[in-house]
């Protein structure tokens, strides 16, 4: 007996599986297959989750009013302009709701966030695959990819997982090619690690442009994946769509009180973003010495070529050592990991792990 019909395009999503973070028979692997900051939340924003506790039967602001203030004040921002939600993922989700539907075109880059033609095929969009250059936005190939039924343009910038970012120029350039009936969304959940002078999140070009979103997320420096906060940077006529369709109390208070704190918290940041810069080269350099491909990265991971090594071959080897990366076959670069900037300690069982590995395989094709 025939059940229910989902709506176009839902059986055509491929349900989003995240990095691991067990390994059968190991207590505490080394987790760097998630992108997450490995010196754990600020000791205040764990206490300010805490102290939630006993309030957990008390609905939270519904507005998340004290969290967007504490936003606006961080960054310079009207809070009045700010929407928050369950991670980035739910801000992705509202404007494709809002903006977005049968027939319509949402495009992103070929290696771009996962979440992005989830969220089309979620409203009956179509997911529009533009390709790269070099691993990197293609901002031409972006423009031509443009048509009178583009409604959302998604660019992570600093882009997961090649840990390659445009420069404002370009930045400029696309959104100056870009009709204003067509949103550009800047996903900029690694835009902390960056200090490139060339490098801007993109709050300016939201204050410039009527159709500009920018979305951050805790998740990451932060490190409040768990808490699920993200918050998006909008044109006002858009965070009052957004507001509008959201759901009642989409944020929950002990995740409001640690982002807080974790704001506040500049002693935590700076040492979560000193550790990223000293460990991220010092890998980078240790997987080049075994002869290997890492790509250029301004975030807290690196994407590292094994070819002519098999990636998932070497994945499963070092997983059994304990060690969880990501193999990025479902982002199209089969023959690559991605690697989070773990502790000293877990880049030190990584670089063991792939050495053992390393030695055991001689390469595909010859030695």
């Keep these: 007996m025939a059940g229910p019909t989902p709506q176009p395009g839902i059986l055509d999503i491929a349900v989003y599986v995240g990095g691991e973070s067990t390994v059968a028979g190991i207590a505490n692997p080394a987790r760097l297959a998630s992108n997450e900051n490995p010196l754990g939340p600020s000791p205040h924003a764990m206490e300010a989750y805490a102290r939630v506790a006993a309030e957990l039967h008390r609905y939270p602001d519904g507005g998340a009013t004290a969290l967007r203030a504490a936003i606006g004040t961080h960054y310079g921002l009207d809070p009045a302009r700010i929407v928050c939600g369950a991670g980035s993922d739910e801000i992705f989700y509202l404007l494709g709701v809002g903006y977005a539907g049968v027939g319509d075109e949402v495009l992103y880059s070929a290696h771009g966030f996962l979440a992005y033609p989830i969220v089309a095929r979620s409203v009956g969009a179509v997911p529009i695959q533009v390709p790269e250059t070099d691993l990197r936005t293609d901002v031409d190939a972006m423009l031509a990819a443009v048509t009178a039924r583009t409604r959302i343009i998604f660019l992570a910038n600093p882009n997961n997982p090649t840990g390659s970012y445009l420069n404002s120029d370009e930045i400029g350039r ?184 390393l030695g055991r395989n001689e390469p595909r094709g010859g030695a």
Excluded at 181 to 191: E, F, G, H, R
Excluded at 258 to 267: C, F, K, Y
Excluded at 289 to 318: Q, W, Y
């Design 174 to 357: 696309l959104l100056a090619g870009v009709p204003v009936d067509t949103i550009v969304v800047l996903d900029a959940a690694y835009a902390d690690y960056v200090d490139r002078e060339d490098y801007s999140a993109g709050h300016r070009w939201v204050d410039d442009y009527p159709n500009v979103v920018v979305t951050h997320t805790f998740s990451k420096i932060y490190a409040l994946g768990a808490a699920r906060v993200g918050w998006a940077y909008c044109p006002p006529a858009i965070a009052d769509v957004l507001n509008r369709i959201r759901q009642p109390f989409n944020m929950n208070a002990p995740g409001m009180e640690a982002a807080i704190a974790a704001l506040a918290d500049t002693e935590h940041f700076a040492r979560s973003k000193a550790h990223n810069d000293k460990w991220r080269p010092w890998l980078a350099e240790k997987l080049e010495g075994f002869g290997l491909k890492v790509h250029p990265s301004v975030a807290n991971f690196l994407l590292v070529s094994m070819s002519p090594h098999d990636a998932e071959e070497a994945r499963l080897f070092i997983k059994a050592r304990g060690v969880l990366v990501r193999q990025m076959g479902s982002y199209g670069l089969p023959d690559c990991l991605r690697i989070t900037i773990g502790t000293e300690d877990e880049l030190a069982q990584l670089i063991a792990a792939l050495d053992a590995f």
